[in-house]
């Protein structure tokens, strides 16, 4: 079954420095996401993507946060200058065939920030 | 804004019937989705509705009342590899799922 891919799976970076996470949606799914999940909280939503444009971003995903499809495969979420409460597991999604379809999770990239 | 409302915690044993109940207010709504997710692990997509009714899948059976704000996921039969988080997404007619907190399913022997 196809299924989306996260790498790394745990990214420890200085606090202050940029990061990238990088994402390979499911290869026909044309709708991505990414949330995070704060240890112990609730999955948050942060941005949705389609036809190489935002769709929606939340108020947490702020001016040190970005998003790129640099090619046909993948789906990068940068943030510039990291923080300590920027330790999270992200999660990347993709769906299929419009907005309503159920979206697919990828195993998440556990962040820490020290 | 949106307003999504499920229990915290339940406990059942094997074999057992279990519903969690899920109540929502969205300032839109397009469909509401149930997940699951194991400690540690990324949601998994259970069930979507869009319309008002029943929803059978297997083991698992999502109901929906629109007028109400009202959902519920139903798990039969349970087994021990039940126990996880189970979260309520409502899709509030614009792309992204807005998770509650989950109710966190505690199956025992």
């Known amino acids: 079954e196809p299924e989306v891919t996260q790498t790394p799976s745990h990214q420890v970076t200085q606090m202050g420095q940029e990061v990238i996470l990088r994402c390979v949606p499911i290869s026909n799914h044309l709708y991505f996401y990414w949330y995070r999940q704060i240890l112990g909280q609730k999955v948050e939503f942060l941005v949705s993507?389609?036809?190489?444009?935002?769709?929606?971003k939340s108020e947490i995903f702020d001016d040190q946060f970005s998003v790129e499809r640099p090619d046909g495969s993948n789906f990068t979420l940068k943030i510039r200058s990291t923080k300590l409460e920027d330790s999270a597991m992200y999660f990347c999604?993709?769906?299929?065939?419009?907005?309503?379809?159920?979206?697919?999770f990828g195993d998440g990239t556990r962040l820490s920030i020290l | 804004g949106q307003n999504i409302d499920q229990p915290t915690e339940m406990t059942a044993t094997e074999g057992a019937i279990v519903q969690i109940n899920c109540t929502y207010q969205t300032s839109g709504f397009n469909g509401l989705f149930w997940y699951q997710q194991h400690a540690g692990e990324a949601p998994t997509f259970l069930s979507y509705?869009?319309?008002?009714g029943l929803e059978e899948k297997g083991r698992f059976s999502s109901f929906l009342s629109r007028s109400k704000g009202y959902s519920y996921l139903l798990l039969k039969e349970l087994q021990m590899k039940d126990s996880a988080s189970y979260l309520c997404a409502p899709n509030q007619a614009g792309t992204a799922l807005i998770f509650g907190k989950g109710t966190t399913l505690s199956v025992s022997s």
């Open positions: 509705n869009v319309l008002d």
């Open positions: 999604a993709s769906s299929g065939g419009g907005w309503n379809q159920p979206q697919h």
């Open positions: 993507f389609y036809n190489n444009e935002i769709s929606e």
